[in-house]
């Protein structure tokens, strides 16, 4: 296990020089100890990457509060977080990335999205796309499941999934629509930006622009 964590350390370097920009290290039981996930994230920074840590998903570890500390960009899951760890997000500024289709899938509680928005923490959402825990890429689905079953608004749904998402990664000018901005955008089937969280389960985008150039269906 020690030989496991030692190569993965000794491998960021590597990985950072072939355009890697994140380290995201998983703790939980059967996942990496709370020391392994110390290890890993300070090799990551010294390495020059980005921090992030799924943590506090199944059990309470403390990683969340670690990553924090150390300056994780994110971190992700946060079903079983306490006041301690609202209190280390909130001081660090990290962003809480809630994954409500694992929690769907798994049937965990709901990451508590209003208690973390109420103590001031930004709050992204994502799919945790994979195909154990989360398998589908609908971005829509997780803003819905935010609303009806983790306290968001509708607006706060819309600002997880493009402007805190992208301060998550450390790009200001993505997921806003101003001048110097990228220009990827959707537009939806909907009279009222309401609709797309409420409407679920139905293709609602009528045309996407990447770089403010149409995309076809295949991207």
Do not use: K
Not at 101 to 130: E, F, K, S
């Amino acid at each position: 296990r020690a030989a496991l964590v030692a190569d993965l350390e000794s491998a960021l370097p590597r990985a950072r020089a072939a355009g890697a920009d994140a380290v995201d290290v998983y703790c939980d039981v059967g996942a990496f100890t709370l020391a392994e996930t110390e290890s890993l994230l300070r090799a990551g920074r010294a390495a020059g990457l980005l921090l992030r840590c799924h943590a506090e998903q199944f059990t309470h570890t403390g990683a969340a509060a670690l990553a924090a500390g150390l300056g994780a960009r994110s971190v992700e899951h946060l079903e079983e977080i306490n006041d301690a760890d609202v209190a280390a997000l909130r001081a660090a500024g990290t962003v809480a990335n809630l994954l409500p289709g694992a929690a769907l899938t798994l049937r965990l509680r709901w990451p508590d999205g209003r208690r973390l928005l109420d103590a001031g923490i930004p709050v992204a959402l994502g799919t945790d796309l994979n195909p154990g825990s989360s398998l589908t890429e609908s971005l829509p689905l997780m803003m819905t499941l935010a609303c009806t079953q983790m306290g968001l608004t509708c607006a706060e749904a819309f600002l997880g999934v493009t402007a805190v998402a992208a301060r998550s990664i450390g790009d200001p000018d993505a997921g806003r629509l101003c001048p110097g901005s990228h220009g990827d955008v959707v537009l939806w089937e909907a009279e009222r930006y309401r609709e797309v969280c409420q409407h679920f389960g139905v293709p609602l985008v009528h045309a996407v622009y990447v770089g403010g150039v149409p995309a076809d269906a295949d991207g």
